[in-house]
């Protein structure tokens, strides 16, 4: 991934990281909304290393038709909050393991947003990425058929996935 790039089409989800050194855990999310043909942007940007950047960013993405944002970021993880407290959007925070503490830092501060300024908070690492990019392209679901019936193949594809490794085990007498 590389900083802010983007989708040929416009971007409805954007999907922001504190780091380059973060690309590498947050890409399941842009794979999953690739896979669903979900336009989306990439930025790398910092709450602390580059605050300007990150608050302007995120009062325009709603004017710009960004609907939903996923941030990831590791280590004091404020990136989220950040990008909140300067959008009504929908942000999707994923604590990064990025340190010594393996990401356990990053969820308490991720999920840990004082009342009134919300951040959804996934799993750590790979994980929570992927399932922020089912998460936010379940929210544009919400008005788009097409994408609800993408996510709901997807889903089905998933169990018969799963119902494919069942295996009879025979106990006899
Ligand atoms: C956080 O600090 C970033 O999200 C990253 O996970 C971590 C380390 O960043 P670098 O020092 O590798 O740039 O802000």
């Known amino acids: 991934m590389k900083d802010s790039k983007?989708?040929?089409a416009a971007a409805r989800v954007a999907v922001l990281m504190g780091s380059q050194?973060?690309?590498?855990q947050m890409q399941p999310a842009s794979d999953v909304l690739r896979e669903l043909g979900v336009a989306h942007e990439v930025v790398v940007t910092s709450a602390?290393?580059?605050?300007?950047k990150t608050a302007a960013y995120a009062r325009e993405a709603a004017?710009?038709?960004i609907r939903v944002l996923i941030v990831g970021a590791g280590r004091a993880a404020h990136l989220a909050g950040a990008v909140a407290a300067n959008t009504d959007l929908p942000v999707l925070g994923v604590p990064l393991d990025s340190g010594s503490l393996r990401g356990l830092d990053a969820l308490l501060s991720?999920?840990?947003m004082p009342k009134g300024v919300p951040v959804a908070t996934l799993a750590i690492g790979s994980a929570g990425a992927a399932?922020?990019?089912v998460l936010a392209a379940q929210i544009l679901a919400l008005s788009d058929t097409g994408l609800a019936a993408k996510l709901s193949d997807r889903k089905k594809a998933q169990a018969a996935a799963v119902a494919g490794r069942v295996r009879t085990v025979d106990v006899g007498d």
Do not use: F, K
């Open 6 to 8: 983007s989708e040929t």
């Open 21 to 24: 050194s973060d690309a590498e």
């Open 48 to 52: 602390h290393r580059s605050p300007d």
């Open 63 to 65: 004017d710009r038709g």
């Open 110 to 112: 991720t999920v840990q």
């Open 131 to 133: 399932n922020a990019g």
